[in-house]
């Protein structure tokens, strides 16, 4: 069984910055993810890298987030520049030992999750 691990959550000011971590107890992972759910709302994907490192980003992110990961430590980072409110939700680490083309972008797709960290972004 997978661990995850979340960390860099808080409270940020709109057009700042926060990077986000996800440390899983082993390296049996293909593909990592991160995903979000405001309140009210369906939890959505919004970024995930596989073991060759390619990547996917929802159309809400792309261009201002980036996921990266470490294989050597087990690790995968969400960097989030320019945030805005609407970034304001719960973020989840998801990870799987499947191998999708292209990356996996669905919950089901996932059998390993984090316990959630909270992202506020203030205007």
């Known amino acids: 069984q997978v661990q995850l691990l979340e960390s860099g959550g808080g409270s940020v000011q709109s057009g700042g910055s926060l990077t986000l971590s996800c440390s899983a107890s082993?390296?049996?992972?293909?593909?990592m993810a991160w995903f979000r759910q405001a309140p009210g709302t369906e939890r959505e994907a919004i970024a995930a890298?596989?073991?060759?490192?390619?990547?996917r980003y929802a159309d809400s992110v792309k261009g201002r987030f980036t996921i990266s990961r470490d294989n050597a430590k087990n690790t995968a980072f969400l960097q989030m520049n320019s945030v805005k409110p609407e970034d304001t939700a719960v973020y989840y680490c998801?990870?799987?030992?499947?191998?999708?083309?292209?990356?996996?972008?669905?919950?089901?797709?996932?059998?390993?999750w984090g316990q959630g960290t909270q992202v506020t972004v203030s205007s």
């Open positions: 890298i596989d073991s060759s490192g390619t990547l």
């Open positions: 998801a990870a799987t030992r499947g191998s999708f083309r292209p990356p996996a972008f669905l919950r089901v797709q996932y059998n390993h």
């Open positions: 082993n390296n049996l992972i293909y593909s």
